[in-house]
């Protein structure tokens, strides 16, 4: 367990934070205008899948703020 605080965190919360405002504007302005034709049930089908998404890279982008590596310790 660290100890000490590192700069890591602060800047990897201010990183995510202003990543997920450019991927949410990127979705919110340019996303609408390309499924409008679609049906409702893939529409929502569509947000949901952009709406989770996000969460793919964010548990090595977590590990990193912990401990500095790209790669949890037992990952090899």
């Given at each position: 367990?660290?100890?000490e ?11 995510l ?5 450019v ?35 964010l548990?090595?982008f ?15």
């Amino acid at each position: 367990m660290r100890t000490e605080p590192t700069w890591r965190i602060p800047a990897g919360i201010l990183a995510l934070l202003a990543s997920l405002i450019v991927y949410a504007t990127v979705i919110a302005r340019y996303v609408p205008g390309v499924i409008a034709g679609w049906p409702m049930w893939l529409q929502t089908i569509a947000y949901v899948v952009l709406g989770v998404i996000w969460l793919l890279p964010l548990k090595r982008f977590l590990i990193w703020m912990e401990t500095g590596r790209w790669h949890a310790p037992d990952d090899g």
